[in-house]
């Protein structure tokens, strides 16, 4: 660990992607569902367009083009338009809603558990996801991850990569920017923690889009820590 | 269990006094502090005095006579005006600003850890207190006290009895107020959340102002619950 990241005192953690294998997750639910309907689809294609319909929804609220939404509202709208797309168009509202709620139950990576627990024991945790706090709440209860704060872009009004939310969450941690490490898969949420002044550690995740699959560009930032995954994390931090 | 009581989802916890014996744990931390200095002082006058600035402190905010401030920053505040009536003005910016972080460090009622652990089993628990996040975050910590979330007014910008606050936390969670419980010692916090459609179990505390000390009165409203303790009310909950 570098001198400079001795005065960390908390690990602010992304979860989609992150902590937590969404991709995995909603393929299964999807075929389950198919399973109990007589519904065939692909689930992994519709998996992986559900997911990228989520940067353009948050990025409209943003644009001020609608009002605030939370990620249950916005998942639900494309999940609606995608259904058609999937010969999916005949699921009832209370089968969408079901569904819809597969983003409260995701699993967490195999080392989620056991590295949160060890990153804990030495730093304050907290999630930082623009996750609403229901979801978020559900998600941590299912999977059993055990953080000591939830905070959501939904608390802020803004969604990450906003840079207000990197800093309202070191505000309501009591720390200064700099005492916080944003723990993400994504360069580019790392990069707006960094430019709010927070210390970052990349997790790559190269299966989060499917093996082989797409990975966001590590572009040009420089991360304060790069490790394979939270257990990794908890060794280069020197966590016993 | 009544029948009205099965559409609850989640407890909210109210803190100082319900999970939390803040009066033994000040008394401790200033008997510390005056061995460690030498000094002599009413203690439990002292911890007395200092909460009861609290509410004072907090209607001034909510009447837009000041504007918002964290507990910390009132607390301090408080703890600057009573120094000098019992013979401490000599503290250091460091012992007083040490000192007013043993609000991050009280010791929970000894049902707390066991009968949250309880309650947690079969409920969504989470704080709602007027103390902020980081407060909240720390005393979590320090006492081992799990919630699946940690809620407080900070958040909402107002302070309890805000009706706002008690319905903000219920949007928060993904439920209607009816499926929210506040868990409370003080009548007056669990008043204003049935009027903002919560469900209410009072939990008194009758040493909270020490051993035969002052009690709030239970006024004329009539709780969902009473129980004598977290474990008690999980008895009455139903759960194992």
């Not at 809603?97 to 730093?123: E, I, K, M, T, Y």
């Not at 930082?128 to 979801?135: C, E, K, M, Y």
Request: proline share 5%; charged share 20%.
């Amino acid at each position: 660990m570098t001198d400079e990241l001795h005065d960390v005192r908390a690990l602010a953690f992304d979860i989609f992607g992150t902590v937590v294998d969404w991709r995995s997750s909603i393929i299964r639910e999807g075929q389950a569902l198919g399973q109990r309907l007589g519904l065939e689809a692909d689930w992994p294609a519709l998996a992986d367009a559900w997911r990228a319909g989520y940067r353009p929804a948050m990025a409209e609220v943003a644009a001020g083009g609608r009002p605030w939404a939370t990620i249950d509202v916005l998942h639900r709208q494309i999940l609606d338009d995608l259904l058609p797309r999937f010969g999916l168009e005949s699921l009832s509202e209370g089968e969408r809603d079901q569904f819809n709620r597969a983003w409260h139950r995701l699993s967490a990576w195999p080392d989620s558990v056991a590295g949160l627990a060890r990153l804990r024991s030495a730093f304050v945790t907290t999630t930082l996801s623009n996750g609403n706090v229901a979801l978020l709440v559900n998600l941590n209860r299912g999977a059993d991850l055990r953080f000591d704060c939830v905070l959501s872009a939904e608390l802020v009004g803004r969604f990450k990569p906003d840079l207000e939310v990197y800093r309202t969450a070191a505000r309501w941690l009591g720390l200064a920017p700099s005492q916080v490490m944003l723990v993400a898969a994504h360069p580019r949420d790392l990069a707006a923690a960094q430019q709010a002044g927070l210390k970052t550690a990349y997790i790559p995740r190269p299966d989060e889009h499917g093996p082989g699959g797409w990975m966001e560009a590590p572009g040009t930032t420089r991360f304060d820590l790069v490790a394979p995954d939270l257990i990794g994390l908890a060794d280069q931090l020197g966590i016993a």
